[in-house]
Structure formats: structure tokens, C-alpha cells
């Protein structure tokens, strides 16, 4: 498994990808994925190449209400293909490239523009979203919700 700056790193540049299909700068990025994840093998870097285009027709076809939906299946499929990548190569390849693609998505990031998507998190994992000392916390959920609260420690425990 990856240490967590790893797995960030991933996560960024699955959503990157989602961000990023569509725009002006999606023909350079794609390339310069395709690279990053292929590290030059021209055979892998076209089906790599298609797997993108795949995703930016997705995004683009998608309306209404599932649009939401369908870029963070997206943005999480390409976060599990980042992240394979990564845990593919040895210790000192692995955190050059994750700087390499650390790059590729700050350079992303620098050159969005238009309006700025909603805040939020995609997540395929468990997210935990904690108040304390009588703050309040919320988030939207899709799915099933357990509450429970926090057990009574022993008298004895002071």
C-alpha cells in the first residue's frame, strides 16, 4: 500500500483528469498522462491515450442529474489507475515519478479557467468528518448513515 502523500497525489490526478476533459488544455494533458503512466512505451501510450478519450466522451455526454455521479466514477477510476501505477515501480522510481506527476497536475491546476467547480470530496473510501468541543459538521451523504453514540467511560475512570 501507498503512504498517504502518495495515494493524495493519485486522488489529485484522477480528478485532474476529470476536471480537465473538455477543456483547452485536455489535448496536452491527455499526452502528457498517457506519458507519464506508459514512460514512453508507444504501443501502452495509445491505449492509454483511448482509455482518456474514453473518459473525456463520458464527461461529455453525461447530463442532468447523473453528470455529478459520473465524473467521480471517473475521477476515482483514474485515482485506482494512478495509484496502481505508483505501486507498480520500485521505492526510488516510484517517488520520482509521483513528483513528475505532482508536476503535471500543479501545471493543470495553473492553467484552469472558467468557473470553479463546487467544492468537495471524491472518495471510494470511508471519510470521516468529525465536531468537537460543540462545533458543528456536515456533509452530504449518498448512501446509508450509522449514528451511534460515544460510550459512558466507567465511574471508576473518573
Known sequence: MLPEDLRAIAAEA?????????TKRW?????QV????????????????ARLKETAT?????????SPNVAAQ?????????????ERLGAN???????????????????ITGPTPAPGVISGENVRIQADHGSFAAGVVNGDVHLASPSVPDPAQG
Do not use: P
Request: proline share 0%.
Open 58 to 66: 463520458a464527461l461529455r455526454t453525461a447530463t442532468g442529474a447523473c
Open 14 to 22: 484522477g480528478i485532474a483528469v476529470v476536471e480537465t476533459a473538455g
Open 74 to 86: 471517473h475521477a476515482f477510476a483514474w485515482q485506482v489507475h494512478f495509484t496502481n501505477a505508483l
Open 34 to 49: 498517457a506519458s507519464w503512466l506508459t514512460q514512453g512505451d508507444r504501443l501502452v501510450e495509445q491505449a492509454e491515450i
Open 27 to 31: 489535448t496536452s494533458f491527455e499526452q
Open 93 to 111: 522510481a516510484r517517488v520520482a515519478a509521483a513528483e513528475r506527476l505532482r508536476g503535471l497536475v500543479r501545471d493543470h491546476s495553473a492553467d
